[in-house]
């Protein structure tokens, strides 16, 4: 048993997702390190957080999440932690009603358009309808430069109004450069050479992760309530940067989302884990139906309605050079902040997919073993 009078924490982890895990973990597990990890949502996880709903069906409480990477390193990592289930993540776009493969591809083109195009044909056929920009800076600038201005319409100009709240042509470039196009039939989201899902969820997975003596969780727990009460040495944080700073040099804009989860009385409700909704006639950008991703089994369905908003709980940074010379502001600041060390997608303000904050939190895990003289323990 801890005994939380004993002895103070060499570690004060804020945040119990990927970022805040990996490290308690990492500190634990690998360096001996005694470590108090807060969160103050009631569970652990972070935005990965998975659970049994009322129908015992596993939903994701924070919108679809599946694991992918070309890093080795990575995937050994978090199989320490977890089995997992293959599985190629499909999503289909729904285009006036009709559902085409999103990322575009071969059948998007013949099916939107009626055509029976080859790979080499549909390379032709985007030549012809691509536009250059002089110089490729924006989200839009990407997507009319790889498909042209009806594709760009169609899939990419409304969905990304809705989700960011502003138009394409005032993100950067990383946003909708995430999303590839391709003149063959390949019809996967992600083209990662590892690609699956955590066998028993990512609630497990964490569970098994933070399972060390050395550990101590508390959830429902603001830092700021418990800061003063447990003596520690170091501090980890991983919630918003600009928070931590109380606002100092202004707010940094992060996109939230609000989900609408439903339970129906039928096995299925769509032809894929997830279905795009780019029309602006609607307010939400994807509906999820959890069974896809998960392989559960069950006479029900639930899915999940995503519609992006200003207010709530941060979950993006919205990336454009405003905001990141905002953050570089930040960033300045928080290396200046004797004892405290930022990581994961809010703290450093990063648009990061999971595998990207496990890499981010093992760097600074080593860099915080070179700080004590030691190295750092894979
Ligand atoms: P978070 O998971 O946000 O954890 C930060 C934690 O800090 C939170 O739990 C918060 O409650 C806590 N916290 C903040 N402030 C305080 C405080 N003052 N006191 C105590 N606790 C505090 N990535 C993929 O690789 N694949 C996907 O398919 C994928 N899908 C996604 C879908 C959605 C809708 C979203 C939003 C993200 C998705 N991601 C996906 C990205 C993934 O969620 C993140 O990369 C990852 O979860 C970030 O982990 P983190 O630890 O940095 O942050
Ligand atoms: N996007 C789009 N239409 C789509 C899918 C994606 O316009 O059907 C754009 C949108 O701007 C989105 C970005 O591409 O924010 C990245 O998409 P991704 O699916 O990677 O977003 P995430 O899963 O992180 O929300």
């Known amino acids: 048993m801890f005994n ?44 990965a957080y998975d659970y049994y709903n009322d129908a015992g069906i596993l939903v994701h409480r924070y919108g679809p999440h599946i694991f992918h990477t070309n890093a080795e ?5 978090l199989s320490r932690f ?12 729904n285009i006036n009603s009709k559902l085409l493969p999103i990322p575009i591809n071969l059948t998007t083109i013949n099916t939107l358009y009626k055509l029976n195009l080859s790979s080499e044909g549909m390379q032709v056929f985007l030549a012809q309808r691509a536009e250059e920009p002089e110089t490729i800076r924006t989200a839009k600038d990407v997507v009319l430069a ?8 169609k899939f990419f100009e409304g969905y990304t109004r809705k989700q960011w709240g502003v138009d394409p042509s005032k993100l950067d470039k990383s946003v909708t450069a995430r999303i590839p196009t391709r003149t063959n039939t390949d019809d996967r989201y992600f083209g990662d050479t590892y690609q699956a899902m955590p066998k028993c969820g990512y609630t497990r997975l964490f569970e098994n992760m933070l399972d060390h003596p050395n550990i101590k969780v508390m959830v429902n727990t603001d830092y700021r309530e418990i800061v003063k009460s447990f003596r520690h040495d170091r501090l980890i944080y991983t919630g918003p940067v600009d928070e931590f700073f109380d ?5 940094l804009p992060y996109r939230s989302l609000s989900f609408r989860h439903v339970t129906l009385d039928r096995p299925q409700f769509q032809p894929t884990a997830v279905v ?11 509906i999820t139906e959890y069974k896809y991703l998960t392989g559960q089994t069950h006479d029900q369905t639930s899915i999940s309605y995503e519609t992006p908003c200003d207010e709530g709980d941060p979950y993006y940074p919205v990336p454009n050079p405003e905001n990141a010379v905002l953050y570089k502001k ?16 809010l703290a450093t303000y990063r648009y990061y997919n999971m595998d990207q904050v496990v890499a981010q939190s093992l760097a600074l895990y080593s860099q915080l073993s070179e700080l004590d003289g030691s190295l750092a323990q894979d």
């Not at 977890?82 to 776009?93: C, G, I, Q």
């Not at 795009?276 to 994807?286: A, E, G, I, K, L």
């Open 247 to 251: 606002y100092r040099f202004g707010r």
């Open 4 to 47: 939380l009078a004993a002895k103070p924490f060499d570690y004060l982890i804020v945040g119990a997702g990927f970022a805040g895990a990996v490290l308690a973990e990492r500190l634990a597990a690998g360096s001996g390190k005694r470590v108090l990890l807060v969160d103050r949502r009631p569970h652990i996880g972070g935005n």
């Open 330 to 345: 930040y960033e300045t600041l928080a290396a200046k902040t004797p004892g405290v060390w930022f990581a994961g997608r």
């Open 276 to 286: 795009n909704y780019p029309s602006t006639d609607v307010p939400y950008t994807r």
């Open 146 to 153: 790889a498909v042209g201005r009806d594709l760009y319409e």
């Open 73 to 77: 390193r990575i995937w050994k990592y």
């Open 82 to 93: 977890t089995t997992w289930r293959p599985y190629e993540h499909r999503v289909l776009a």
